[in-house]
């Protein structure tokens, strides 16, 4: 069975959180990547910035058209869910517009379960971490040549 090992990108490119999203977006387009793990100055995975976050710049904020006040409430995590889409939509900082924590893989994981993965949370690009460290990355580009090769 193929594991992450045998398919994943080990010659890694990175962003640091600090880094401008118009710089940040000019790597993506030029490498022809969709994600890049971002790191900080320790190398440590701090998030992911995948082009669909670059994308969320671009569209304008859901704001409901009327709040009702005294006859309701609006719920804690439609306000965070504002503040996050808002925080998106202003980015200027990698930061700001990457999905932090991101969902990781091992090497050992089976590229079953890769695939499975990507296509149920519908997950482009995916950091492969060994013993709570960097070690590669896998895309979706990387999984369909498995089916090539086959």
Do not use: W
């Not at 490119?13 to 710089?23: D, K, Q, Y």
């Not at 022809?32 to 995948?50: A, K, S, T, Y």
């Not at 924590?101 to 971490?129: I, Q, S």
């Amino acid at each position: 069975m193929l594991k992450v090992k045998d398919i994943m990108t080990e010659d890694l490119i990175t962003v640091l959180p600090g880094m401008e999203i118009a710089h940040a977006t000019k790597l993506l387009l030029e490498k022809g990547i969709n994600g890049v793990p971002v790191v900080d100055e320790m190398g440590n995975l701090v998030g992911i910035l995948c082009q669909s976050d670059l994308i969320a710049q671009q569209k304008k904020l859901p704001i409901p058209s009327f709040f009702t006040i005294l006859d309701g409430f609006i719920p804690l995590t439609s306000i965070k869910q504002l503040e996050r889409e808002a925080q998106k939509i202003a980015a200027t900082t990698v930061a700001h517009a990457m999905t932090p924590k991101p969902v990781t893989v091992r090497p050992e994981t089976g590229v079953e379960n890769v695939a499975a993965l990507m296509v149920g949370k519908n997950f482009h690009t995916l950091p492969v971490v060994d013993e709570g460290k960097l070690v590669g990355i896998v895309g979706k580009k990387d999984v369909l040549k498995t089916l090539m090769s086959g």
